[in-house]
Nanobody, 128 residues
Framework: QVQLVESGGGLVQAGGSLRLSCAASGGTFSRYAMGWFRQAPGKEREFVAAISRSGGATTSADSVKGRFTISRDNAKNTVNLQMNSLKPEDTAVYYC?????????????????????WGQGTQVTVSS
């Protein structure tokens, strides 16, 4: 069983930055591809970014390209999301998720169903 705990959310003005972290426990972190998703009020959950087991490959949604960067530290069992140039439309609850399937070793998932374990989420609010 994998446990994921997000931190780092908060209130920030438009144009500002936040760094989210997700701490993993209960498994072998380096065997999981990791992803970040977000869900705004009244909207469906959407993919933000994903990173491979080694950290050598990443992918991100077009809406955050050039602004958000996903990274991981396998020695510390953490995955991070650096968010710059934040916009009010980035306001959402942000979730980290772990893809423990063998497929995750080959193809980074952009769909929620690819991820078996989820954190409880952290709120990010961007004011205009």
């Amino acid at each position: 069983q994998v446990q994921l705990v997000e931190s780092g959310g908060g209130l920030v003005q438009a144009g500002g930055s936040l760094r989210l972290s997700c701490a993993a426990s209960g498994g072998t972190f380096s065997r999981y591809a990791m992803g970040w998703f977000r869900q705004a009020p009244g909207k469906e959950r959407e993919f933000v970014a994903a990173i491979s087991r080694s950290g050598g490959a990443t992918t991100s949604a077009d809406s955050v390209k050039g602004r958000f960067t996903i990274s991981r530290d396998n020695a510390k069992n953490t995955v991070n999301l650096q968010m710059n140039s934040l916009k009010p439309e980035d306001t959402a609850v942000y979730y980290c998720a772990a893809d423990v399937s063998p497929l995750g070793a080959a193809v980074l998932g952009r769909q929620g169903y690819r991820y078996e374990y989820w954190g409880q989420g952290t709120q990010v609010t961007v004011s205009s």
